[in-house]
């Protein structure tokens, strides 16, 4: 029961506008581990974007799986710095991630799509490779750029051909993404 108040206090202290105090108080959230990630999940709904942001890394620093559906749900959050913050998280889930990313690839919302692609990039499994391939497609550039990205951080044969042919897109950041694993290779 103590713990589950200090859980909750550290999680209110999130909202303060300090940004020494939040990193604090997620510090001491991953300390505590486990016994927090049910009121972490509860907290990615909060009203506060600092909130439901410190929330997330807490999580992600955690790594335990039963967050993998709730940051992916974060994913469509309103603000991006939530969203990015919950797509770190993701990468930082292991192999069990894998196929929930490779799922949302094809969700309605584009910021959806492409945090899904850049954790996947993180995450570097090459069971993402082929959907990540079939992502550069996209009509989002942001979405592309994430698949470039997550190809070139997998690799191999077929990543290059990839971005070989990613060299052609329309959009200047994908070809830059592609041309910067090219000429790692």
Known sequence: ????????????????????VQIQSISLLEEIGKPAVEQLISALDDGNKNVRKGAARALGEI???KAIEPLIDTLSDENKWVRREASTALSKMGEEVVDPL?????DDDWRVRGAAAWALGNVRDNKALKPLIKTMNDDSGFVR?????????????EAEEALEAALNDKSSYVRKVAQNYLSRG
């Not at 490779?102 to 094809?106: A, D, Q, S, T, V």
């Not at 750029?145 to 044969?157: D, H, L, M, S």
Request: glycine fraction near 14%; hydrophobic fraction near 40%; charged fraction near 30%.
């Open 1 to 20: 029961m103590e713990v589950q108040k200090n859980v909750e206090r550290l999680i209110q202290t999130l909202k303060d506008e300090d940004e020494l």
């Open 63 to 65: 790594g335990d799986t």
């Open 102 to 106: 490779i799922r949302i690839l094809e």
């Open 145 to 157: 750029g994430g698949a470039a990205f997550a190809i070139g951080q997998i690799g191999g044969e």
